[in-house]
């Protein structure tokens, strides 16, 4: 962010000069609101829901699910008309896979060009570009800005691990637009029904196995993704995960379990599977945590029609090569081989648009940029993250770098 010129008082933290413990205070009160909102328009028990005095908040229907992210000290670069670009020192109240929630003394005009120094789990920062979508006045001198990110990304990468957590990037599922094939692992035959209850109105067929042995065999005639219980009669859920990538399987797997002591817990980690949902399970969970391993036609997670005169069928074909080239860029970013990397991401981008991906081709084409500054895997660490995420989120395969 250099060349801008500082515009925050000296020795306030963020330029709403609140620290974490009344940040807190402040962002649990907004979402008090908005719970008591949401409750209101679904015309519940709460349907006069009371709002909490000094603070008003107008409920938007998302499409990514926001995170909470209290962050007291977030560093964000304005661009000005006029050329040149103001920096500032926020708060951060949430993010999501498309934007962030940030929290300003003052109004900002939207649709202002921003760069953004997001705190991430291991890198330090991340210098994120995006757009001021919004600007609402909420309580006092705070204003809320929405930002939107030229490029999602993986919010597992920002928010801290948590192996009971069952993170999820859309906010509001069709489940008429969810196709695939899962693989059910579950020896209870009550489970397994509650389960094809819930996915009912959905397009996603599903295979059911018992066991881990009979997950095994039928995970290798091809699957989009794999729902499994934690405690099979054969094998637990970390030597599935094992046993299933030792066969070759990359099919994303969801583990499910009851078990909450810090020894399941403990083993759930140690599992290393994609994704968890504890049990008791709801639907509205089970179909988000399942979007984003599934394609959803119209959505940005499936090839969508060619504008360029290219045939629709050859959508499979597309999904074969995204494949292809997802492991071939997870072998290269492993073998730290940087002109392959480059080579994988400038083939993605160039083939992206054809199906409808232009969102995918803009991450590739980043990537292929941070690598051709300096021909550097290491330096180009967080876009080839990225790349991988959203090559995931198209195919279904979650490859390891």
Known sequence: MSGSQPNHSSGRVNSIGMRERELSKLVNALDAADRAQNASQRGGPHAKAHQKKGVRKTVRKRVHARWPFLA?????????????SVQLVVACRNISQGGASLLHRAYVHPNTACRISLPHRTHGHAELTGTIMHCQHLTGVVHELGVKFDEPINIKEFLEPDPLASYYSLENIEPAALTGRILLAEAGELDREIVRHFMRETHVRIAECASGDET???ASTGVTAILADFHLPDMNGAE????LRAEGVHAPIILMSSDKSPIGRDAVSRANADAFIAKPINQDLLLRVLAEYLFMPGSPGAPAASTNGVPPELAA????QMR????ELAQAIQQKNAMACYATCMRISGTAPCFGQGDLARVAETAGQAIA??????????ELSNLLSACAR???IHAAA
């Open 240 to 243: 599935l995960v094992a046993a």
């Open 216 to 218: 095994l065999a039928v």
């Open 394 to 396: 198209i195919t279904g």
């Open 324 to 327: 292809r080239c997802a492991r």
């Open 72 to 84: 007291e000290t977030v560093k964000i670069e304005l661009e000005q008309p006029s050329g040149g």
């Open 317 to 320: 074909q597309f999904l074969t």
């Open 373 to 382: 500054h300096n021909m550097s895997t290491e330096d180009a660490r967080v």
